[in-house]
């Protein structure tokens, strides 16, 4: 396998890897230990990416695997500084890695091409394959024996965690691999006196490895022990019997009939059909004839190439597949084609017809094509194909066998020493294509199929997926002219991502659009957006979306039929295993079933064990689907059970995340705060860091079947209020507030129709909270007020008290610090007496920046660290990064900046922790703003950069306004006045949008700069 590697920058240092063996590093021609095994582990997972970037998510499931511990981002950063030093050890400080570099989300090892031991490796092979094409066996002899010089031992040995122990596995089986080419090698040189010993060892250690077997068989028989080669069979075909394997394959029974008949060979390979006839037998078996009746043509290159299609001209966005592929059949090796989603009109023929036109050379003997129909009721029978393919080869038709097993066997000794490309095309699962797969090593296979095949021993699997958005409008433009194209960019950007950059769909648009060159793009792309016409859209004259999703659902039973409807009818990205268990209303076990049994029809996706999602097209036609064939009480039945069930795991991971708070819809007896007890016990998340992450992770999800579930007639409001103040405990999360606002107007909506008023005040509560979490006050107070004052009616105390929090924060912001201050003083009481200490250490927090804005200092300090003391003692991380915080700048102000950088970084480092960026960036202008009032502005600027960069990221107008503010200070104090100048009239124009009083510090700042 070639080598991915980035190259380093020059400076870097000599390193070199090997993991054909125990993990092993040199760092400028000095060994050196990896330490701790965690770390061996994240840098063998790194190694073999080949340079590719890891996530972060991805490179904890390979060090970790199910045992995640709770900090694993955290530590997972760690492996990596100390990676670092051991891979750069005279980098100077601040500077930028050069060899293990961040990349966004993740990390990637940029290394010379030789740098590890395995691409040097992959690469002899290689070359050996080529030499031996070419007819230069001493060459390849010699190429694969530098190949296999290269391993010292059991390769990662001693490296903990799931993908080492995954890679293990693979890397042996390139190196057996590796071997049984060697020595095949050696006995077409005849060196088979020389290769017995050798192969003995080997086939001893690997009993059940058949070409080990057949070669030393073959070594045995040609040197005279035929004896020894009939018990190695002997041997094998009991072990293989004892494992529960099938009968042996059909070369290693090729050799041992050849054996039985006193045949002989000068080379590593079975003789083919040319040495030993085969006739029927009245016992439907077949046996070896010394003189053979001829049931074949004489053994001339066929040369024949039956239905192969005209490659098409505009196959784009599939040149990395096509090389792939390509490059797998020239190494002689079977290749499986699927797509991800397998639905019709992804590419998949297509694909198939570049790769066997371009490859068609290296197969001289034969090209055939069958399109086996798959996906119809009546699928094409293996045993009549294999029929047609023996007739194309030379076979008469009178001696052709009538059982399948007697094609079969035939079939594979006509191709055993051919060069015949076979392509399957619209394979229906793995049993149809059994038999129809060459055992010959020259020979290939490439399959298309909507059912992924994972079973297909050898196979080199293709996922192909849908186009890229660039590569879908490159097929636009190709199709209706890039002018065309180009004058309308957007409309056709929107119509290829309605289209579900499915290559079928974009070429039934393109067709529309060619035949009505007046047609503007804007016009189809404004009917496709309608979802409702989307698929009826999508036809056309000779093709369409919809009859080949027919296909597929077509061949499920009645149970999948029913999954496959009622799964889609949630409006989010992707389901849990659980949520499809509620919306299924049947147990996980029974539902995983069902899930994958339309995974592998290629009707559903599966991104991840236990995660489910549809493509976009395929979304639409099962809710069509599922409007036509299922009645409506079902479909908003299965809708409830879905929020009743995210409810549950979304209160159970509030309650984690916000240790032993009330629920802000719970009613606690007054003075019933359960201090002392810790957090409560909750079975479905492993920490407090676990139940965060999963509420950030899943908050888009949830707010989208909020929005959607709270329209449904028969779902109580109650329930999507409930489910709306989970999403988000004490204001933390902060992302998505357009989302939330959409989601809180339609709970809001749905509760005043319901006369629910304590859903309305929970609605109006989120409401108001998505304007001041984006800091448009003005619009969150009335909603805010709205809340209290319901709350006060309706006795609710707990909400009453985030509702007056969330008023004295906007209050803060808009500088009314009295009201502020008499917001928090109210909340505070109220937070003790229903038992909510993490809103508790809110108020805490908050109260004390109100105390130092209206002259009490000391008060103001106390409060602070009333606040972080309280949040500490409950295990309430986000709790005490957010009191840090608070007192962080309470203390700046009072006259404690040393104390108060200490707790600006500790918030920094804790909200890290979490992944929530807008506190990060909120943390981040403070330092900068620390920084600058205690004259040290070159820090100030690193940290108002990293605010603005995550601030205009993720579109938080304010922090980023603040940001600039910060830099125009930093710039100002280092008499770099133009970009202070720049940096405060940008912060200018954003306070002025929002309506912040913010704006005249800044015009202040202008007027006397």
């Not at 496959?564 to 539902?591: I, W």
Request: proline share 7%.
């Amino acid at each position: 396998m070639p080598s991915h590697h980035p190259v380093p920058p020059p400076g870097s240092p000599d390193l070199s890897f090997q993991v054909l063996g125990p993990l092993h590093v040199g760092v400028d021609g000095r060994g050196t230990e990896v330490r701790p095994p965690l770390c061996a582990a994240l840098l063998a997972t790194l190694l073999l990416r080949h340079g590719r970037r890891g996530s972060t998510a991805t490179l904890v499931d390979a060090v970790w695997g199910a045992r995640v511990p709770a900090r694993a981002a955290g530590s997972l950063r760690g492996h990596v500084a100390r990676l670092r030093e051991l891979l750069e050890p005279g980098r100077p400080p601040r500077t930028p890695a050069r060899v293990l570099v961040t990349r966004p989300h993740g990390y990637a090892l940029r290394l010379e091409p030789d740098a590890l031991d395995l691409t040097v490796f992959d690469r002899r092979v290689g070359s050996a394959e080529r030499a031996l094409r070419a007819g230069r066996p001493q060459d390849a002899r010699r190429l694969y024996d530098a190949a296999l010089e290269l391993w010292y031992g059991e390769p990662l040995a001693g490296v903990p965690g799931p993908f080492a122990a995954a890679q293990r596995a693979a890397l042996r089986e390139r190196r057996l691999a590796a071997v049984e080419a060697r020595w095949s090698v050696e006995l077409t040189l005849g060196g088979h006196a020389r290769a017995v010993e050798e192969l003995r060892a080997h086939a001893e250690e690997h009993p059940r490895r058949e070409r080990l077997q057949e070669l030393l068989m073959t070594a045995l028989h040609e040197t005279g022990r035929q004896t020894e080669a009939l018990e190695v069979y002997a041997r094998t075909r009991h072990a293989l019997n004892g494992s529960g394997s099938p009968a042996p394959a059909a070369g290693l029974e090729q050799v041992h009939r050849r054996i039985l008949a006193g045949e002989r060979a000068r080379d590593g390979h079975s003789p083919g059909p040319g040495h030993t006839a085969l006739r029927g037998r009245a016992d439907g078996g077949t046996a070896p004839d010394a003189a053979p009746a001829a049931p074949f043509r004489p053994l001339a290159p066929v040369s024949v190439t039956l239905n192969l299609p005209s490659d098409i001209t505009d196959l784009v966005g599939r040149d990395a597949v096509v090389e792939q592929l390509q490059g797998a059949l020239e190494q002689g090796r079977v290749v499986a084609l699927s797509a991800i989603s397998g639905m019709g009109g992804v590419g998949k023929t297509a694909v198939a017809v570049r790769v066997a036109h371009a490859v068609r050379g290296r197969f001289p003997d034969g090209v055939f094509f069958v399109d086996l129909s798959g996906m119809d009721r009546r699928p094409a029978d293996p045993n009549q194909v294999l029929g047609d393919v023996l007739r194309a080869l030379g076979v008469a038709p009178a001696h052709l066998p009538v059982e399948s097993a007697e094609r079969a066997a035939l079939y594979r000794s006509l191709l055993a020493d051919r060069q015949v490309l076979l392509v399957l095309d619209n394979a229906r699962d793995l049993d149809q294509v059994r038999d129809l797969l060459p055992a010959g090593p020259g020979c290939g296979v490439l399959v298309t199929s909507r059912t992924r095949l994972a079973g297909l021993s050898g196979a080199t699997l293709v996922d192909l997926e849908e186009l890229t958005e660039s590569a879908a409008l490159a097929l636009l433009a190709r199709l209706v002219g890039d002018r065309r194209v180009r004058a309308e960019e957007e409309a056709a950007r929107a119509l290829v991502t309605d289209c579900g950059r499915l290559p079928l769909a974009v070429r039934i648009v393109a067709a529309r659009l060619a035949a009505r060159p007046a047609l503007p793009v804007a016009e189809l792309a404004r009917a496709l957006a309608d979802e409702r016409r989307r698929l009826a859209e999508l036809s056309g004259d000779t093709a369409a979306v919809e009859p080949t999703f027919r296909l597929g659902i077509g061949l499920l039973t009645a149970e999948q039929l029913r999954a496959f409807r009622l799964l889609a009818l949630p409006a989010v990205p992707e389901l849990s295993r659980s949520a499809a268990a509620a919306l299924l209303d049947r147990p996980e076990h029974v539902t995983e079933y069902l899930c994958e049994a339309l995974v592998d029809a290629s009707l559903l996706q599966s991104p991840a064990p236990g995660r489910y999602r549809y493509h976009d097209l395929l979304r639409l036609f099962a809710r069509e689907s599922a409007a036509d064939g299922l009645p409506a009480a079902e479909r908003d039945a299965a809708l409830v059970r879905l929020l009743r069930s995210s409810l549950a795991l979304a209160r159970d991971a509030y309650r984690l995340a916000t240790p032993d708070d009330a629920f802000p819809t719970d009613e606690e007896p007054a003075g019933a705060a359960r201090r002392g007890t810790g957090p409560r016990p909750v079975a479905a998340f492993a920490s407090q860091e676990q139940a965060a992450a999963w509420l950030l992770d899943e908050q888009a999800a949830l707010l989208a079947l909020v929005e959607q579930v709270a329209g449904v007639p028969r779902a109580p409001a109650s329930l999507c209020a409930e489910l709306l103040l989970a999403t988000d405990p004490l204001g933390r999360n902060s992302t998505r507030t357009r989302n939330l606002e959409r989601a809180a107007r339609a709970v809001r909506d749905a509760a005043e129709r319901s006369g629910d008023a304590p859903a309305e005040a929970a609605a109006h509560y989120m409401l108001g909270g998505a304007f001041a979490m984006r800091f448009e006050m003005p619009a969150a107070v009335p909603h805010l007020r709205t809340t209290a004052g319901i709350c006060r009616r309706e006795g609710r105390r707990t909400l009453l008290a985030h509702a007056l929090n969330a008023l004295g924060g906007c209050a803060l912001a808009l500088r009314d610090f009295p009201a502020a201050l008499e917001h928090f003083t109210e909340a505070l009481p109220l937070a003790r007496e229903t038992g909510s200490p993490g809103c508790e250490a809110l108020t805490l927090g908050y109260l004390g920046l109100a105390l130092l804005a209206t002259g009490r200092p000391g008060e103001a300090v106390r409060s602070g660290r009333a606040a972080v003391a309280l949040a500490r003692s409950r295990g309430d991380s986000g709790g005490e990064a957010n009191a840090l915080r608070a007192l962080g700048q309470t203390l700046l102000y009072a006259g404690f900046p040393d104390e108060a950088l200490e707790c600006l970084h500790s918030s920094l480092e804790l909200w890290r922790r979490t992944g929530s960026s807008f506190r990060e960036s909120l943390v981040l202008g403070g330092l900068a703003e620390a920084y600058n009032l205690t004259g040290r502005p070159e820090e100030a600027i690193g940290h108002a950069a990293e605010a603005r960069e995550i601030a205009t990221r993720h579109g938080d107008a304010y922090l980023l306004g603040r940001a600039l503010t910060q830099l125009g200070h930093a710039y100002g104090a280092q008499g770099r006045t133009e970009q202070a100048a720049f940096h405060y009239r940008s912060a200018l124009g954003v306070f002025r949008r929002l309506g912040m009083p913010d704006a005249a510090d800044v015009e202040a700042r202008l007027g006397t700069g």
